[in-house]
């Protein structure tokens, strides 16, 4: 279990206690102080591993069976003996443009809290700093670690955003620049920023319902004086969920955008190709009539036929040249 379990410690009145390295022993601890709780951190566990984890602090199978399996969608579910809470962080990754989402589960109970991550955005190692730095923030119990990890999650998503709100202003520049770039590549990163909004809308708008609940002081194993607490949470993640939004309507604008300009340019490529083709017939008609071999033709022994004939033809295509170059076709 030294592999799994990242960190185990007791909190007692808000500070980091030494305590039996056995869960068991931690656990009972813990219960008879009255005033501590035993937080276990555990990095992507099998099952077999976690059988004992599942055994020490009677978790419902249910809730053990999604803690095992990552893509979970966040949701709160209540328990007889236990608090089960699914969080997605999402990570930025700048090299790529790309966003990633971990999982993070929490289980809370009797004088315990379980956390099982999977992946590498979860923020865990940074909630458990800052919370030991905050004892007064501690000495709330289970529901100061839910809520710090809740509020580190749902603060990142407003980091998260403000990139994607950046690399979209970088395609609504490509799309909307004087000279087209590479029409293709464009549409490729438009539709790979629109999978990128999507993981992030599927991270972050199913969390809205449990913020609420938690908002609201229902809950059990949930202190009822951290009610404004899980409000503000609420209220970033309902910012970063109408970011998300408005970001996936402005690439769908984009997207929109970018085509039509590509059906413009086709026109204005058609219309050329068609002007230059006319301007090409005008000299390829004449010349083919007088490459005729027939004897009788106007103007065919006539002296000045041929520079009258190449005149005739300059002048037709410089005529269409003008008409179309008036006319925008050129």
Do not use: C
Not at 130 to 159: C, F, M
């Amino acid at each position: 279990m030294r592999r799994v379990i990242v960190d185990s410690a007791i909190y007692r009145d808000g500070r980091r206690a030494d305590g039996p390295a056995d869960l068991s022993d931690a656990l009972a601890e813990a219960r008879a102080s009255g005033d501590a709780f035993l937080w276990v951190g555990l990095h992507e566990p099998t099952e077999e591993e976690f059988d004992h984890v599942t055994a020490e602090f009677a978790l419902h199978p249910l809730a053990v069976e999604d803690a095992l399996k990552a893509h979970q969608r966040p949701k709160l579910e209540v328990y007889d003996d236990s608090l089960f809470v699914v969080l997605k962080p999402v990570l930025y990754e700048p090299e790529s443009d790309r966003v990633s989402s971990g999982d993070v589960m929490v289980f809370m109970g009797d004088s315990f809290v379980v956390t099982v991550r999977h992946g590498e955005g979860a923020p865990l190692a940074a909630v458990r700093r800052r919370l030991e730095a905050e004892p007064e923030v501690l000495r709330q119990g289970p529901t100061a670690v839910l809520y710090a990890i809740s509020d580190e999650v749902v603060d990142h998503y407003i980091e998260v955003a403000a990139e994607l709100q950046i690399d979209l202003e970088e395609l609504e520049s490509d799309v909307f620049a004087p000279v087209g770039g590479n029409a293709g590549n464009t549409a490729a990163r438009i539709y790979t920023a629109k999978r990128q909004v999507l993981e992030f809308r599927r991270a972050s708008s199913p969390l809205t319902a449990p913020m609420q609940r938690l908002a609201a002081g229902t809950v059990p194993f949930v202190n009822e004086e951290a009610k404004p607490f899980f409000r503000d949470v609420g209220d970033h993640l309902i910012r970063a969920t109408e970011q998300v939004e408005g970001l996936d309507r402005l690439l769908s604008d984009v997207l929109s955008a970018h085509l039509a300009q590509m059906g413009v340019r086709q026109n204005d490529d058609m219309r050329k190709i068609s002007a230059w083709a006319a301007m090409a017939a005008v000299p390829t008609m004449v010349a083919g009539i007088y490459g005729m071999n027939f004897d009788h033709m106007p103007e065919l022994r006539w002296g000045w036929s041929y520079p009258a004939v190449i005149l005739l033809m300059a002048g037709a295509v410089l005529g269409l040249y003008r008409l179309f170059k008036r006319r925008g076709w050129m």
